[in-house]
């Protein structure tokens, strides 16, 4: 048993991954129910990802998380040489559903990719294995970036794993590396904010990302 474990681990390779913490200090993102930000929920995600990342024996970058200011298009470009760039963020939605006091219909996960990334096949596979963990993790994929409103109407490539089409999201048309965006949740509905604070779902959420992002870099 115990070489059937080493053997396994010897036969794992190390990969070398971006983990891009959404938004700065200075320009937080969204703001949640209860008024904490966006910056600090991907804080706590991402740091958490790139800890069981690098449980799994990969290296690491992270992106935003020393105070300064980084402009998005410089973001993937701080390790040119990585095998993957993953960005994570925490979802707001359209501010009439918010007027309208709707918060609490929309939850989940989203998940986008750009056909303007130079690897755009690699980087859906990455987005489906992620899809798959969050699912298998009982996380549900929000849907909602779809409807056909401005400032929505992101095309599904996978309805069942929330993937998005979003060529133009700045981090993932200019990485040269694989490249996929993570909406965790949805932070505007104070019920999910919640859920999504308490340090059982981050361990959980990073988890299922981690695990899916160090499988999908793992060459044949
Ligand atoms: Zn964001």
Redesign the pocket.
Known sequence: MAAAVMGSATLAQAAYIVVDT??TPQRP??TGASGRV?YQYNLDLSGAVAHDLMALDDRVKRISVNGKDIALKERPQQAPDADFFISI??DSMQQAWIDAGRQREFAGFSIFVSQLNPNYEQSLNCAKAIGENLLAAGEKPSLYHATPVPGENRPLIDQRLGIHRFDDLVVLKNATTPAVLVEAGVIVNPDEEKRLADPQTITKLAGAIAQAVHECNQKP
């Open positions: 959404g938004h993102g969204a966006e963020h925490h």
